[in-house]
């Protein structure tokens, strides 16, 4: 139940040929407290609530439990979500025992992209695509919950 990831601004749309796979997500927040995030999501036709603990100093660990739950419920759910619904793609692209997710936003985030990978560990290594740029791990501006509140548009 520990989530251990590392975040990075993308360089450019060559990962878009090179992706395994593209799904459409929206999700928002019924709380957006860093003690305790709750995420409503819809991913493609599935619905998931998901509950993330305060991230530790480096900002790559933290509790993390999710739970499929009916799309209906989670388009209700979304309905009672603070303002700042999520719109992104996500794209998965699998790199030795590593799957990259990158996300490309649209609405008031557009014009970002961002690639995490989870880990097992922190000092875990990995390879890293030529379209991976600086590293923004535990720059809270680049939380998904933290773009529901303060939209990439508005930096």
Not at 96 to 121: C, M, P, R, S
């Amino acid at each position: 139940m520990l989530e251990i990831e590392r975040k990075f601004l993308v360089t450019s749309a060559a990962f878009k040929e090179v992706a395994q796979k593209a799904t459409r997500i929206t999700q928002g927040y019924l709380s957006t407290d860093p003690e305790r995030t709750v995420r409503v999501r819809i991913k493609g036709e599935k619905g998931f609530l998901t509950i993330k603990g305060k991230s530790n100093d480096s900002g790559t660990t933290r509790v993390e439990v999710e739970e499929e739950i009916a799309v209906d419920k989670a388009h209700t759910l979304l309905s009672m979500c603070l303002p700042g619904v999520i719109d992104k793609t996500r794209y998965e692209y699998t790199v030795g025992n590593h799957t990259w997710e990158i996300d490309e936003f649209y609405g008031k985030n557009e014009g970002l992209t961002i690639a995490e990978i989870e880990l097992n560990a922190e000092e875990e290594n990995f390879t890293t695509p030529e379209w991976i740029g600086s590293e923004v791990t535990g720059d809270n501006k680049y939380y998904n919950s933290q773009l529901s509140e303060n939209p990439f548009k508005n930096w």
